[in-house]
């Protein structure tokens, strides 16, 4: 009786094949996705648990339209655009922000959330540093500003809920309206608060009365505080 016959690749098919690797480029690619993954935060328990958070599901609207490319709003750095100040200044906010679930929704044109609610604050930094003025369209929808802000918040499991809307312009643009969208947020308990940027008469301050009438400020007066201190002192 034979015995079956066993084939082996021969080792210099690997050689071969190893010239069509760059190995350059296989080494980023593994580190690009450690980088991704360690961002995306798979498993976080312990102390850092969202479990042991009891703060609010929290949402920053923040306007991106072409107007927030002006600069000359920081005395030190003139030429600081005012999205840049703005981004630097909730970037604070969100440092002081210990137990709150906290997304991003940016609008312009339209509304689309770039950051969904998390506790990562690092990463929520992070991501932040790669969204700039235009990046949703130059015009002002408010409305969808707030409709894509509710539907993040509707992720959440916190009692309290909190839209941050930051805007410098008077909405002109989005096929939601800003009416319909405070109904939706009346309905489900979220409150609104608006912050105004630039000097007055630059955003349309009736809207954003409207918008946070009745609302108490405590919480905010850190931000407010410093964005009134950019844009109206310098």
Not at 13 to 22: A, P, Q
Not at 176 to 183: H, L, N, T
């Amino acid at each position: 009786i034979s015995a079956p016959k066993k084939y082996f690749v021969h080792q210099n098919f690997f050689s071969k094949f190893s010239r069509f690797i760059n190995r350059e480029k296989l080494i980023y690619s593994i580190i690009i996705t450690m980088i991704v993954t360690s961002l995306a935060s798979p498993i976080t328990y312990e102390q850092k648990s969202p479990n042991n958070k009891k703060g609010r599901d929290l949402v920053l609207a923040l306007d991106s339209s072409g107007s927030m490319g002006e600069s000359g709003f920081n005395a030190e750095k003139k030429e600081l655009r005012k999205f840049d100040v703005v981004v630097s200044i909730l970037n604070d906010f969100i440092d002081k922000r210990f137990n709150d679930n906290i997304g991003v929704v940016v609008f312009g044109t339209y509304a689309f959330a770039s950051v969904p609610l998390t506790y990562d604050t690092n990463a929520l930094k992070y991501i932040m540093q790669f969204l700039d003025v235009g990046i949703a369209g130059d015009n002002t929808a408010i409305g969808e500003a707030i409709e894509q802000s509710n539907r993040v918040l509707s992720m959440g499991i916190a009692l309290k809920k909190v839209i941050i809307l930051l805007s410098d312009g008077f909405t002109n643009s989005g096929s939601i309206s800003v009416k319909d969208a405070i109904k939706y947020s009346l309905k489900n308990k979220i409150k609104i608060y608006t912050i105004g940027l630039g000097k007055k008469g630059d955003y349309d301050e009736n809207l954003l009365k409207l918008i946070a009438k009745n609302r108490e400020v405590n919480f905010l007066m850190h931000l407010m505080l410093m964005i009134y201190e950019m844009f109206m002192l310098n």
